[in-house]
């Protein structure tokens, strides 16, 4: 798959070390908002979740993750996945992360509504949407450059890796709604 400016690429081991050095270089900033962030730092932990990710991809189970890649420079910018809620639906969440050196370029804009387009093009999806911590402004407004409506918030459902207690906002897009 890919889109304008970025190439999507299945999960593969020869894409590890990238990721685990965008983690790395990023982890401050992503560790505000994902709880996988802390055990996601170690080589054995990113090979596991390698593999892992890789498994789910051949099976269609669990979530679609791919890596990102800037087509003009073939750098590894983030990682989107397609986390499958209802396959009988079906059903979708999207969930994604830039290196903090890529963030404010528009390419998780970009990624998003690639990603949406194949869910609702190849895969016949009812429902997609997008959820954030409350306070994550980022990736909210990713949500609402795509054109994601607003649905809700779900009160102090969440714990921040802080410890700090948040909410859940809820944005998504539906089959039949004009994208």
Same mark, same amino acid.
């Given at each position: 798959?890919?889109s304008?400016?970025?190439?999507f690429?299945?999960?593969s081991l020869a894409h590890?070390?990238?990721?685990l050095?965008?983690?790395r270089e990023s982890?401050?900033d992503?560790?505000?908002?994902l709880?996988?962030?802390?055990?996601?730092?170690?080589?054995?932990e990113?090979? &596991?979740?390698?593999?892992? +990710?890789?498994e789910?991809f051949?099976n269609? $189970?669990g =979530?679609?993750?791919?890596?990102?890649?800037?087509?003009?420079?073939g750098?590894?910018?983030?990682?989107i996945g397609?986390?499958?809620r209802?396959?009988?639906i079906?059903y979708?969440?999207?969930?994604?992360?830039?290196k903090?050196?890529?963030?404010?370029?528009?390419?998780m804009?970009?990624?998003?509504k690639?990603l949406e387009?194949?869910?609702?093009?190849d895969l016949?999806a009812?429902?997609?949407e997008?959820?954030?911590a409350e306070? &994550?402004l980022?990736?909210r +407004?990713v949500?609402?450059?795509?054109?994601y $409506?607003? =649905?809700?918030?779900?009160?102090?459902?969440?714990?921040l890796?802080?410890?700090e207690?948040s909410s859940?906002?809820?944005?998504a897009k539906t089959?039949g709604?004009?994208?």
């Amino acid at each position: 798959m890919e889109s304008n400016r970025l190439n999507f690429a299945a999960p593969s081991l020869a894409h590890q070390p990238l990721m685990l050095a965008a983690i790395r270089e990023s982890q401050t900033d992503l560790a505000q908002f994902l709880p996988w962030v802390a055990s996601a730092l170690s080589e054995e932990e990113s090979v &596991n979740s390698t593999q892992q +990710a890789i498994e789910n991809f051949n099976n269609f $189970e669990g =979530e679609l993750r791919f890596s990102l890649f800037d087509k003009a420079s073939g750098h590894f910018v983030g990682a989107i996945g397609l986390i499958l809620r209802n396959k009988d639906i079906p059903y979708f969440e999207i969930g994604y992360w830039l290196k903090s050196s890529c963030v404010g370029m528009g390419y998780m804009t970009e990624a998003v509504k690639t990603l949406e387009d194949y869910a609702f093009n190849d895969l016949n999806a009812k429902r997609v949407e997008i959820k954030a911590a409350e306070g &994550n402004l980022k990736s909210r +407004a990713v949500a609402e450059r795509c054109g994601y $409506e607003f =649905e809700g918030k779900h009160c102090n459902d969440r714990i921040l890796p802080s410890g700090e207690l948040s909410s859940t906002v809820v944005y998504a897009k539906t089959s039949g709604v004009s994208r």
